[in-house]
């Protein structure tokens, strides 16, 4: 596994940093003297050469120029911009609502040949119903804090799953059976989801393996949400951010896991039982709950 998901967006910056630093000295300036120049603390020069704070568009203008490199400063803004989009905060993302995020990649999607999506608590996006989907990210947008646009967000995440079914595909999905159980909007939706699983890990562009919660044989265990997309970027879910990967030997760590991941899981005759397993498990549940509503009043009369 990678030692840290958000490494590369942190190597991106030391990446910025550096090139500043050498900047500097390649001018013979001391980190006074360009601080001076640039009319900031020199505290702050080193917390750039350092790469604990990111410098802004203006700040890297002003830095090429104490060094009489004023010609490289768009070149060092578009590389600086590139490593802080490596780590995205969701409340950056979030906050013109969920729906625009869908939106926002649809494109990508339809440029992307082959799809691997590992997650271990979630059906992956591109095989959510349309009530599964408003469930969830309705529950996004009250964990955020932010408007609830999350049945336009759904829509959008169908249209955006379209690609499925689109020639020149590939999709490789592994997901953990725990993500069989857990539940978002109501009973029938979540009946309705378990049922597309059947349907739609059948599609021959399409390989659904799930990792039986029995499995005695880990290789690897249970991680954070991640996809990749061909062989060049992986994208993590993270609580507070997407972390976007694109370092090749960390990209190499991503499909070195999510081979050994997809080797646990079963496929086929054997994943649609485990599926079937869980709409059985939630009609029992909803038998239980009446069962539970009826008792108070039967104890009661």
């Known amino acids: 596994m990678p030692k840290s998901p958000s490494s590369s967006a942190q190597a991106a910056r030391e990446t910025v940093a550096t090139r500043l630093r050498d900047m500097r000295k390649g001018a013979g300036l001391t980190v006074a003297e360009l601080a001076g120049r640039c009319g900031w603390h020199h505290a702050k020069t080193s917390r750039i050469e350092n790469a604990r704070t990111a410098p802004s568009a203006k700040d890297i203008r002003l830095w090429c120029r104490a060094c009489g490199a004023e010609r490289d400063a768009d070149d060092v803004i578009a590389q600086s911009l590139n490593a802080e989009s490596l780590y995205n905060e969701w409340r950056h993302q979030v906050r013109n609502g969920l729906k625009q995020l869908q939106d926002r990649s649809a494109q990508f999607f339809r440029e992307t040949q082959l799809f ?24 996004i947008a009250h964990f955020r804090g932010i408007p609830d646009d999350g049945a336009d967000a759904a829509a959008a995440r169908i249209a955006r799953a379209r690609v499925i079914h689109e020639h020149g595909h590939r999709f490789v999905l592994v997901i953990e059976e725990a993500a069989l159980y857990y539940r978002f909007g109501d009973a029938d939706a979540m009946a309705a989801q378990l049922g597309h699983l059947l349907t739609a890990g059948a599609l021959p562009a399409v390989s659904l393996g799930v990792i039986p919660r029995t499995t005695t044989d880990r290789k ?4 954070e949400t991640f996809h990749i997309y061909d062989d060049s970027l992986v994208s993590v879910e ?37 599926i079937v397993r869980a709409i059985d498990a939630l009609g029992r549940d909803g038998a239980r709950e009446t069962t539970g509503l009826l008792a108070p009043v039967n104890d009661q009369d």
């Open 220 to 223: 690897q265990w249970p991680t």
């Open 116 to 139: 691997r999506v590992y997650s271990a608590t979630l059906v992956p996006g591109l095989l959510q119903t349309e009530g599964y989907a408003t469930g969830l990210l309705s529950t």
């Open 238 to 274: 993270l609580l507070s951010a997407q972390v976007k990967v694109t370092q090749p030997s960390q990209v190499a760590l991503y499909l070195r896991a999510f081979g050994e991941l997809r080797g646990m899981a079963v496929y086929g005759a054997e994943a649609r039982s485990l």
